[in-house]
């Protein structure tokens, strides 16, 4: 159990530009979550996976955003056209049956 | 949306000290889970709870879930210098159609002074 990993761990693009974050999640885990989190808050609920599927998403989740895990395996997060205000820490987490889920250590988006 | 309100904001000890802090809700939850966050890293889980009234311990953490299912709390005892950081509660509604999005407090700062 190597835990969840995130990449990259920091990003600095500029505005108007696309940027994916990729997630890896603890291997038996099925259910796959995306959050994010602005400073001096906790992390807000974007989407959550079962498998592949999509099963629910936050009006967080702009049509800008999109996630996918095509395999059940790995998910992307893509920003398309990023806005200053999508400067946060994108937290990646994951969960067997149980709903304890465990956090990957973040992708740090800064938009510039 | 749903918010939990976590307190105190802020923590400043001495090493050596207990700690409380505590998280209520408008709403009823199924599960609340108690993390810490260090500078630049995701939260780490620290205890879950799924039952009303329910005690668990983990080391020097002991959580509760609290009876009326509004709320949680958590002690630290004997802080030491390592347990600075961010706690953060979270929770699970009951009664809706979440697949486990949890709902986060806002979060209380530990400093701990050696």
């Known amino acids: 159990d190597t835990g969840v990993s995130q990449n990259p761990r920091h990003k600095i693009t500029k505005r108007g530009q696309n940027v994916t974050f990729r997630c890896d999640p603890i291997s038996e885990h099925n259910r796959l979550y995306w959050y994010r989190q602005t400073l001096g808050q906790g992390p807000e609920f974007l989407t959550y996976f079962q498998n592949e599927a999509q099963l629910e998403k936050s009006r967080l989740l702009s049509d800008r955003f999109s996630a996918e895990r095509p395999k059940g395996s790995f998910s992307t997060l893509e920003i398309q056209r990023t806005e200053q205000g999508d400067s946060a820490m994108y937290l990646c987490a994951s969960s067997s049956v149980s709903y304890e889920q465990y956090f990957g250590p973040g992708t740090r988006l800064t938009v510039t | 949306g749903q918010q939990l309100n976590q307190s105190p904001q802020s923590m400043f000890i001495q090493e050596g000290e207990d700690v409380s802090m505590n998280c209520t809700s408008s709403?009823?939850?199924?599960?609340w889970l108690w993390y810490k966050q260090d500078p630049g890293e995701g939260p780490v889980l620290l205890i879950a709870l799924y039952k009303a009234g329910e005690l668990t311990s983990n080391g020097r953490l002991t959580a509760q879930f609290g009876i009326t299912r509004k709320d949680s709390f958590l002690n630290i005892s004997a802080s030491i210098p390592s347990d600075v950081g961010i706690y953060f509660c979270?929770?699970?509604?009951?009664?809706?159609?979440?697949?486990?999005?949890?709902?986060f407090g806002q979060g209380t700062i530990l400093t701990v002074h050696p």
């Open positions: 709403s009823i939850f199924n599960t």
């Open positions: 979270a929770g699970l509604e009951a009664g809706g159609t979440s697949y486990g999005k949890l709902t």
